[in-house]
Structure formats: structure tokens, C-alpha cells
């Protein structure tokens, strides 16, 4: 017969802690991700740099409560940028392009960067980002 042992609450949650830091392999998957993006919206391939976001996402958006503000702002962003990749029609393969296009791609290139910036901002505000603060510094004062 097992063991029984009285768990208390604080032992159960650390059943749920990794025993590996993965901080720093998170660290350049994310580093990836930024350059890739990068990439792609210098060379106004919005689609891929749209995705290179949503990698992005996936990254912080296991942090957040799925009925978050975070969730819903960044699913309408998503709403609109699906819409204006809607106004591209496909032709036998091939983006047919329209009158109004440089103005679907304008209001595209906004949105994506619109996208960048909240996850950028949202990266920061989980500690995953450029807001640091080293420890070592608070014994200084």
C-alpha cells in the first residue's frame, strides 16, 4: 500500500512549478519572432508579418484569462485585419489588385502595427520584455 502524505495547499502548488527555467530558451524564441516579424513588414509581406504576430501571441497570451481586455483587443484587432485581407481578391492563384488597394494596404499596414505595438506594450507588462530591473542594483542605495 502507498505512502498517504498530507498535502498542504503550498505543496500542492508547486506540484504545478517547472522544475526547468525555460526563461531563457522562451527569451530567443520571442528574440526570433520580433526579427522575424521585422522581416516581414520591411518587405510589406503583411500576411507573414500578421502570423510572425500571432506566434507572438501565442507566447503571451497563455499568461492571460482567455475573457480578458487583452484577449478581446486583440481579437478585434485581428477582426479588422482579416477584413482588409478580405478586400484582396485571389484570382487563379493570384492577388488580383484593385483601385482601392494602396488603400486596403495602408489601413493593413496600420493595423499590423497596431497589432505590434499592444503585444509589444503587453510583453513589457508581463516582464518579458525591455522592462527589467536587476536585483543586484537594490543593495546599491
Request: glycine letters at 4%.
Amino acid at each position: 500500500m502507498a505512502n498517504y502524505q498530507d498535502y498542504n495547499t503550498e505543496d500542492r502548488s508547486l506540484e504545478n512549478i517547472s522544475k526547468i527555467n525555460a526563461a531563457g530558451l522562451i527569451n530567443l524564441t520571442l528574440k526570433d519572432l520580433w526579427e522575424d516579424f521585422y522581416k516581414h513588414i520591411r518587405a510589406s509581406d503583411y500576411n507573414k508579418a500578421s502570423k510572425d504576430l500571432d506566434c507572438l501571441w501565442v507566447e503571451f497570451g497563455g499568461d492571460e484569462e482567455e475573457n480578458s481586455q487583452n484577449f478581446k483587443i486583440y481579437y478585434d484587432i485581428e477582426l479588422k485585419i482579416a477584413e482588409q485581407l478580405s478586400k484582396i481578391p485571389v484570382v487563379n492563384g493570384f492577388k488580383k489588385y484593385g483601385r482601392n488597394y494602396s488603400e486596403t494596404l495602408n489601413k493593413l499596414y496600420r493595423l499590423i502595427i497596431k497589432k505590434a505595438l499592444f503585444l509589444r506594450k503587453l510583453q513589457n507588462k508581463q516582464g518579458k520584455g525591455t522592462a527589467y530591473k536587476d536585483s543586484s542594483d537594490d543593495y546599491m542605495d
